[in-house]
């Protein structure tokens, strides 16, 4: 509907169809209190002797990091200057000059009348510092966090304060850097762990129904990672669209059985994106897919070594990432049930060969 305002008319009016309005069942995100038994919100993470790092009004320093965060009434967290001291030449490295979200685009792409228009630059029109929320300790971070005020200027020239839209924690999940235990000296055991820790600096931007939650992550190995999750009241929007390659569903989609074992193997790490999904053709959801799951890769290498070569044929195994073969109880260790006294003759690679 369009309204002239100088007249106060409406100029054009749509009525395309009724849409009937879905039933409440399902679309409270809430949790209720009888699902909350199995939920982890007790987990604390405390630290006796303070947090490791140092903040000097906007100067952060941790570990061998020093950098310098900053609010931003449109960009959110400004991290700036950091840089990591070099044990070898004394001094520190310039890592980063400045680094912030520059812009956050969410297009709906339907082209009907009430949806066209719907295409929005968050972080520019409604600002990421300007949306930012109050977080809350053990919640939003964790107990250990210390807390940042952001400050901008109102319509009005007067300072207004953000409180507590900026935390920064340590991290620590449990994981392992790098660990070694020797046993070769004889009587000793010497054991060296290195554990991940990591400083995270974090906003969390409200913009209408989405949540977006952005983290710098400085680890010790000198890297730092930049995530920008979404959450919230997700909307998804079904557009009215028609397949020119597909106007019968599924009638004309080429598919490969698999006839034999030996064509039923995958080999990943090329150029093309890849994603391996395994359904029930007798089973289906209620919007009439097939019920399965997908696996899909992260990074893969392969084997350098020619397929005659000995070791080679002993870990046959290795030149394919994905194998599919029918269960076979005998058929538990890739690389032959006895592996010291192996000839590559009982491998995973000899039995689909079967």
Not at 123 to 148: H, Q, T, W
Not at 198 to 220: A, P
Not at 290 to 299: A, C, F, Q, T
């Amino acid at each position: 509907m369009i309204v002239a305002l100088d007249q106060m008319k409406i100029a054009s009016y749509l009525d395309r169809l009724m849409v009937p309005v879905l039933k409440a069942n399902g679309t409270d995100y809430m949790i209720k209190s009888k699902q909350r038994s199995h939920q982890s919100d007790s987990i604390k993470i405390t630290q006796p002797d303070g947090p490791k790092f140092t903040l000097d009004g906007n100067t952060v320093r941790w570990a061998d990091w020093k950098f310098h965060v900053d609010y931003d009434m449109r960009a959110g967290i400004i991290i700036s200057l950091a840089s990591i001291f070099d044990v070898d030449e004394g001094k520190f490295r310039s890592v980063l000059y400045r680094a912030f979200v520059s812009e956050v685009f969410v297009p709906y792409m339907d082209m009907t009348e009430e949806w066209y228009f719907r295409t929005y630059l968050d972080a520019g029109e409604y600002g990421f510092g300007r949306s930012a929320v109050e977080l809350e300790a053990l919640k939003d971070c964790p107990e250990n966090a210390k807390f940042i005020d952001g400050y901008f200027i109102g319509q009005d020239g007067t300072p207004v304060k953000m409180p507590n839209v900026i935390c920064i924690f340590e991290r620590y999940a449990g994981d392992i850097m790098w660990r070694h235990t020797e046993l070769a000296i004889r009587g000793k055991v010497i054991r060296k762990v290195r554990r991940v820790v990591s400083l995270v600096v974090r906003m969390v931007s409200t913009v209408g129904n989405y949540d977006y939650i952005t983290d710098y992550e400085f680890k010790k190995s000198g890297s730092i990672k930049v995530t920008v999750g979404l959450t919230g009241i997700l909307e998804a929007r079904g557009s009215i669209y028609t397949h020119n390659d597909q106007i019968e569903g599924e009638a004309y989609v080429v598919s490969e059985t698999a006839k034999k074992e030996s064509d039923a193997k995958i080999q990943l790490g090329s150029s093309r994106a890849f994603e391996m999904v395994v359904v029930n053709p007798n089973k289906k959801t209620k919007l009439g897919n097939k019920i399965g799951y997908s696996l899909i890769p992260g990074s893969a290498t392969s084997p350098l070594l020619r397929d005659d070569y000995y070791p080679q044929i002993r870990a046959g195994f290795t030149k394919y990432n994905v194998w599919v073969t029918p269960y076979n109880k005998s058929e538990k260790w890739a690389g032959g049930l006895y592996v010291g006294q192996s000839h590559g003759d009982d491998t995973l690679a000899t039995w689909s060969l079967r």
